[in-house]
């Protein structure tokens, strides 16, 4: 096989021209796996820039339902006994919003430290401890915590719009 091989490249222009066939072909090669890499870059970065605009507008929209929630509790509409009576699809509202922020931070940006515990709608807002509880609260109780509440939802809101926009300085274009 080897003597096959010489004799068919004993001339030296033959031998340049393998030598042609092979470094094109190499380059071709290169060119094509160089091209692929740049473009699998682009679309990855294309998708995660995506996914930050979904993790914003689930921010807006958990710091929207947050502010509905606490407006539908300072309504004041209580059972009969008295206790509070909020509607549970907001409840629900937020933390949906917190569960899909869980799952873009989880999934796409793991160097995010997102603690889910802290957001949900449940103790982490002081005005929901009274109503979980069925705790019975006079006006003045209920305007402190109702204050306490607004500041969790502003410090909140702004901590993931904060994870948010150091995720578009990291990602941008």
Known sequence: MLSWLADVFSDTSDKARLISVLATGGIA????LLSQHFV???????LLIRKIEEAYQATLAYEKNAWSLLKDIQSG?????GYFNPD???????????????????????????????YYAGPTLPVMEAVFKDKLMTETEHIVISHSTRDNIKSHA????TFCAELMKQYRH
């Open 29 to 32: 090669i290169a060119v094509l």
């Open 40 to 46: 699998t870059r682009r679309t990855r970065k294309e």
């Open 77 to 81: 509409r209580r059972d009969e006994n």
């Open 88 to 118: 549970h699809s907001l409840i629900d509202g937020v933390n949906e919003e917190v569960e899909r922020l869980a799952m873009l931070f989880g999934l796409y940006f793991p160097q995010v430290r997102f603690d889910k515990d802290k």
């Open 158 to 161: 702004a901590e993931l719009r």
